[in-house]
């Protein structure tokens, strides 16, 4: 799976206070998710259009920190439930917000089926978020160390469920499957609907301390703060505009900057996988390929490596240059 997924978005469900009002450190805290999820995009896109050397699908840090950032999401998916339902369930508020959500997800999927077919996306966090909204209605009024329970089952669950069953392309969204899922962003109901219990727990242990405290009552102040808390609000919105403007932004960059060419980019990304390890950081082997790249071309073995045709005493010269290289200056 490619993550960008790290991706991503919540269900814009407001946030009450009991007396109606907002709890804006919500908003801001979704805010500032998406702030995370504009860096983790935009790298991608940068990694994806050859400008930057990283492999940013593949590279382990920055995957670690895409399902970070659709946990964080999925955690305040599961506090908005809790906070738009402190009253009861308003099922034309409810439904009509679902739906929102439910069109947003299938505009994902016709858009990259049409634009990324082989990556598009079938079942990422904005279908992710829609489905867990409806599933997530029965935990809002279970004691809450049930819903705990549950959120540690959803967690442990693909862990421990293994079957020919769950591998077919129709039920993989499940989460169950250990096959390799080609697709630009993939947030499956398990172990993800965890993140949902989660915040659901969060909020009904905390929002019965939170009643008319300064937290409760805090408004932002600063024009920063203000547009954080704003983005927070339209989150939904602002998910679905930012990745056509980042794309927009960056091929206007490739008419300045000439991209690495598609072969020359793989390679890079699989002499960076092969290196990164213990005794060398990731920068250390990003300089290490660079070198060996550009020692093959220096020697006219370049098309020769990406084709593999390289003979033996040619394979003895591209090992020498890569131990060069790893030797430094």
């Known amino acids: 799976m490619t993550e960008p997924a790290a991706a991503t978005s919540s269900m814009p469900i407001p946030a009450s206070t009991a007396k109606g009002g907002r709890i804006q450190l919500v908003d801001l805290a979704r805010g500032v998710a998406l702030l995370a999820m504009f860096v983790f995009h935009f790298a991608y896109d940068l990694s994806n259009f050859g ?53 947003a997800a299938a505009a994902v999927t016709i858009g990259t089926f049409f634009a990324m077919r082989e990556n598009f996306i079938f079942f990422g966090i904005l279908h992710h978020v829609a489905l867990a909204s ?41 989460g169950f499957s250990h096959a390799p899922i080609q697709t630009a962003d993939f947030v499956p109901v398990f172990p993800w609907f ?26 932002p102040r600063s024009a920063p703060a203000r547009i ?43 002499c960076q996988r092969s290196c990164t390890g213990p005794s060398l950081s990731e920068q250390a082997c990003r300089e290490v390929c660079s070198c060996t790249v550009a ?3 220096r020697e006219n073995l370049w ?22 290289c790893l030797r430094g200056p």
Not at 72 to 98: E, Y
Not at 147 to 160: I, K, S
Not at 194 to 199: D, F, I, K, N
């Open 51 to 103: 400008l930057i050397e990283t492999d940013i699908a593949f590279e382990p840090g920055w995957r670690l920190f895409a399902r970070c950032i659709a946990g964080s999401f999925l955690v305040v998916v599961g506090i908005s439930l809790v906070l738009a339902t402190r009253k009861g369930l308003n099922r034309a508020a409810f439904l009509k917000r679902l739906a929102m959500v439910v069109a």
């Open 134 to 174: 409806v599933l997530a209605l029965p935990f809002l009024r279970l004691p809450v160390v049930l819903v705990a329970l549950a959120a540690a089952v959803a967690f442990a669950l693909p862990a421990f469920v293994a079957s020919p069953i769950f591998e077919g392309p129709w039920v993989v969204w499940l």
């Open 194 to 219: 965890g993140c949902v219990l989660t915040g659901i727990v969060l909020a009904r242990l905390a929002l019965p301390r939170l009643d008319g405290t300064a937290a409760a009552a805090w408004s």
């Open 228 to 270: 954080i808390c704003w983005g927070g609000r339209h989150s939904l919105l602002v998910y679905l505009v930012h990745q056509p403007l980042f794309i927009g932004l960056i091929m206007l960059a490739t008419q300045i900057v000439t991209p690495l060419p598609p072969d020359e980019r793989a390679f890079r990304a699989e």
């Open 295 to 297: 020692g093959l071309k």
């Open 303 to 324: 098309q020769k490596a990406l084709s593999d045709t390289l003979s033996a005493e040619e394979g003895t010269r591209m090992t020498r240059l890569a131990q060069a």
